[in-house]
Structures are given as C-alpha cells and as structure tokens.
C-alpha cells in the first residue's frame, strides 16, 4: 500500500522539485537580450520610412516639439519619444525614422521579457533548459510577427507599443517576486525586500497612466497572482504607506501637461492649462474628477463623450464577432486578397492557433495554477474585459460586408487596442 501511495504520489514531488530547481537557476537574461534585438532587427528592417495615416504625424511631431497631442494628452510617451529621438540625432536620420524606431525599440523590449515570462512558465513543462529557450524563442517570434504588434512597431501610429512594453516588464516582474517568495518562504528578513518589488510594480503601474491607460489592466492579473502567491503581502501597512507617495510619484508625470500647455507650444490640443500646481494635481490624483477644469476635460476625455457602457452602441455579439476578426487578422493576413492560391488557408491556419493555444492553456492549468492564472486573467480582462469595456460601434470592416450604414460604426479599424 505505502509503495502504491509512494508511486502515485512521486510525480507531483518531481515536478516540484523540478520547479524549485528552475526557481534556484539564474534567469537567461542574455538570451532576452539577444531575442530583444533579433525582433529589433527585424523591425528596422521593415520600419516605415516616413509617416503614415491616422495619427502617426501628430505623435512623431508632438514628441519632437514637446507638444501635446489629443486627450489625454499620453506626456510620458512625448518624453520617452523626445529623449529617443535626441539619443539618434547625431546619426543624421529623419525626424520620422527616429520616431518610428521608438515604437520598433518598445516592440522589441517587450519581446524580451515576454521571452523571459514565457521561459519561466516552461519550467513547469520540463527541466531540459534548450527545449526550454527554444520554445521560449519561438512563443516570441510568433508574438512578435503578430500582424497588429508588427504593424504598430514599424510605425509609430499610436502610443501602445510602450504599454505593451510595461505589461511584458510588469509580467516578469510578478513572476520574479514570486520566485523570490518561494525562495526564501518563512524567512522574515526578506519580507519587506519582497515587498520592495510590490512597490516598484505599483510604481511602474501608476507611471504607466501618463502614456496610457491600457497597461493598468494588468493590475487584475497582477492582483490574482499575488492573492494566490501570498495573500499576507497585502495586509502589511507599511506597503500602503509607501504605495501612495510612489503612486503620486508615477502619477505626477501629468504635470507635463499645463506646465507645457502654459508656454503654448505649436501643437497644443485641449490646451490643459492649469491656475496652480496644487489645483493640476488635484486633477491628476482624481483622473480628472476634481481640481482643474481644462486638465480635467482632458484626462476624462470629455471630448469624446463616450455613453455609459451599459447603453451599448452594437450588440455585444456583434463587438466579439469584431474582435475575432482582428484575431483573425494575426496569423495569416496577407495570405487572403495577396497570394490568391493560398487564400483558402487563412481560416485554416487561424484555428490552428486556436487549437494550439487551448492545448497549451490546458497544459499550462495541469501544470501550475498560479501562473495561469495570471495569464488566463490578463488575457481574459483584455481580450472580453476590454470589448465589454471600450464599448465600440461595429467594426468598419463589418458595416461592409453587412451592407449596415457606415454611421453605425467606427471610423477606422481598432485593431491596435487588443495589441496584448
């Protein structure tokens, strides 16, 4: 009997003691570094050599001016942009170029940390440290040659390269911290070191706000996993004590904007001009609910005038039917309309992505409930979570192929929102 108990049970003390080697090993940064600039490479190589449509000239000329482009006004992507562009202009390259490789170096960043995000979940597949790099390097290929993250890293179109940028850097460091946990459970003395990392995410969290808000929903995800990790790092008083002053820190990036605004820049949109410092932040704390009146139109994007998501402007169905299409988009794009003979294998080769991705979500589940969790909830909270959220007209692309009134939808695909 103890020799059937002891057999039926050493699988699952193997695996374990398989994931406590894996968390002992130092991460393979170096490989991340040289995934990061493989994908680099690849983005330059096939980076737009000018400007492009839709709002792709106003962020590569606000960011070169310091100006301020439409609401909410996205002040960390103007400086990250600007101080990119200052490094580059000694190699005498275009304004343009210098821009769009911003958007092809935040592409490529976040391709390694996802490299080393998903090197760290095979862990708990295998032991083999090759199988583990090369499944590691393909997950990031694939990922990065998606069509919407290639397209929004040859161009600087929009500003979610860099939130996709700081989820891919929030991800591995929630998985860090908890190797960390583990590594050192029970002992006191590393506690609040542990804790130190919580910090430096919520920083980074609340930093992430001045470029956009679509990195902050990460915090579910990262929410869970820290639940189901150690529950008690949550109900340490010192970590709020501390969280509010650096959460204001990483909020305060907003000042960019009256204080720019007042010196009237060129391009100078919603013009967020503020009486006080006392009355911008009130604005900035409260995003946008409090304090000035023209900084706070801007941050709640007044302008836009958006309903309550409970008064839907489509059908639900109709918005995921929406997003399937984009997902469709990712894998196989150019095969229909571009290479007539194979045009019959797009659909094909989406669903097997499809059926991969689920095989590999089941394994995952089987293997380490924590990480996929994590992973489940952020691709749950934006993919479902956000088409719930954003609320959309019918896609441009479906109003068509409906015969629907073009006043029913969008004025251009949204693809770029579902980039994660």
Not at 71 to 77: A, I, M, Q
Not at 151 to 176: C, D, G, M, P, R
Not at 195 to 207: K, V
Not at 389 to 418: C, H, I, P, T, W
């Amino acid at each position: 009997m103890s020799q059937t108990v002891s057999a039926t049970a050493s699988p699952a003390r193997t695996r374990a003691a398989e994931s406590s080697a894996v968390v002992a090993e130092r991460p393979p940064y170096l490989w991340a570094f040289g995934m990061g600039v493989l994908v680099f490479a690849l983005y330059a190589f096939t980076l737009a050599p000018t400007t492009a449509f839709w709002d792709t000239s106003e962020y590569i000329a606000t960011a070169h001016i310091l100006g301020i482009p439409h609401p909410p006004g996205n002040p960390l992507f103007v400086l990250l942009a600007r101080a990119w562009e200052l490094v580059l202009a000694p190699f005498g390259l275009s304004v343009a170029v210098r821009v769009n490789l911003f958007s092809a170096l935040m592409g490529s960043l976040a391709a390694g940390f996802w490299f080393l995000v998903a090197h760290r979940i095979l862990g708990f597949f295998t032991p083999s440290e090759w199988v583990r790099r090369i499944g590691a390097g393909a997950a990031v290929l694939v990922s990065a040659t998606a069509f919407t993250v290639w397209n929004q890293s040859n161009v600087n179109e929009k500003v979610y390269t860099v939130s996709l940028f700081t989820i891919a850097l929030l991800s591995w460091l929630v998985f860090l911290w908890r190797d960390h946990v583990e590594e050192h459970r029970g002992r006191s003395d590393r506690r609040w070191h542990d804790d130190n990392m919580l910090l430096l995410m919520g920083y980074i969290l609340a930093l992430s706000v001045a470029n956009h808000l679509m990195a902050f929903l990460a915090a579910p995800a990262l929410l869970i996993f820290i639940l189901m990790t150690r529950a008690q790092s949550l109900l340490n008083w010192r970590l709020y004590a501390w969280a509010v002053p650096f959460a204001v820190l990483g909020l305060s990036v907003h000042l960019y904007l009256p204080i720019r605004s007042g010196l009237d820049p060129i391009i100078n949109e919603a013009a967020p001009v503020c009486s006080s410092i006392g009355e911008a932040l009130q604005s900035i704390v409260t995003f946008g609910n409090y304090g000035c009146p023209d900084l706070s139109a801007a941050l709640a994007r007044e302008q836009y005038a958006k309903p309550p998501v409970s008064e839907r402007l489509a059908p639900f169905s109709a918005q995921m039917a929406n997003y399937f299409q984009y997902f469709d988009w990712q894998w196989a794009r150019s095969i229909q309309g571009r290479i007539g003979y194979f045009a019959f294998g797009r659909v094909p080769l989406t669903l097997l992505f499809v059926a991969l991705g689920l095989f590999g979500a089941l394994e995952h589940w089987r293997r380490d409930r924590k990480s996929f969790a994590y992973i489940a909830t952020l691709f749950g909270t934006l993919s479902v979570g956000l088409v719930f959220y954003l609320n959309f007209k019918y896609g441009y692309g479906q109003v068509q192929a409906l015969g629907l009134s073009f006043d029913l939808s969008e004025v251009r695909e949204r693809d770029y929102f579902f980039l994660v």
